[in-house]
């Protein structure tokens, strides 16, 4: 079979899912990262305040998407996944004109977290984006209501409306979805359809093999945990359930 992952981000999609990843690529079936926004600011990109943070963070040099696009190829070939990158800027680097300016569309970090800008052409942009075949296609729950996270959400449940016969499983967003609040805003976007959770029990081996990926994120780890041995311990005690303490990723079912 073929499982193609929907990452809005160079990251979401092995944070995410990297354990599931590796245990399917472990069972013989093929999977595709096809990560959103994974190309270079335009030259129409207005230095924000934003920005310079993220950058000064990051510190992934003077062309951080080229260094970001190098850790996602890295995590991806670690778990056995093949890779596409779409020309797709970051919500940080869109624009759009207002009269002879040239705007940011969000420049801050309530911005980031808000509602999609109007102008915004993102998702028409990927509305006219072909994808490989898939048997399954995986989606972003919308945990965290960051925009290109609903932007890749939107695209995904569209392209299930075109092809009714392709299964779709919705992730939770890590570390996102360490808020359950944040889980039950994802949700009531659905409503009045309720969903069903789907719990992919993993073997200790599937998910050191997320931990050593996401490990490759080198310039994103100091944005979520104060270094490798707190995101281990982290990313573990997300993946834990309650009742015996095995190891699970989420995905939530819509019915057909």
Known sequence: MIHLFLSPHLDDAVLSCGATIHQLVRGGDSVIILT???????ESTVDTPKIQDLHERWQAGETPTAARRREDEEAARMLGAQIIHLPI?????????KGDAVIPLYPSEESLFGEVHPNDSA??????????QADVLYVPLGVGHHVDHQITRDWGLELKNRTPALAMKLYEEYPYVNNKIAIDRALSFYAPQTLTVEERLLEDEDVMAKVHAIACYKSQISTFWKGLDAMEKATRQSMMTAENGALVERYWLMSS
Request: contains cysteine.
């Open 123 to 132: 998702l028409e942009a990927l509305l006219a984006t072909e994808i490989p």
């Open 36 to 42: 959103v926004t994974a190309g270079d600011p335009s």
């Open 89 to 97: 800027g970051d919500c940080i680097y869109r624009t759009a004109r």
